[in-house]
């Protein structure tokens, strides 16, 4: 795999990564208020 091909999917999961962490924090959030 290519230098640049390899950070472009490192980008990819790690957005979708801080995705994911959003909604767990919102739904804690309703959880506990």
């Known amino acids: 795999?290519?230098?640049n091909e390899?950070?472009?999917l490192y980008?990819?999961?790690y957005q979708?990564?801080?995705e994911i962490l959003?909604?767990?924090i919102e739904n804690?959030?309703?959880q506990k208020w």
């Open 6 to 8: 390899n950070i472009r």
């Open 16 to 18: 979708r990564y801080l």
């Open 28 to 30: 804690n959030f309703e």
């Open 22 to 24: 959003e909604e767990a």
């Open 1 to 3: 795999i290519p230098r």
């Open 11 to 13: 980008e990819e999961g």
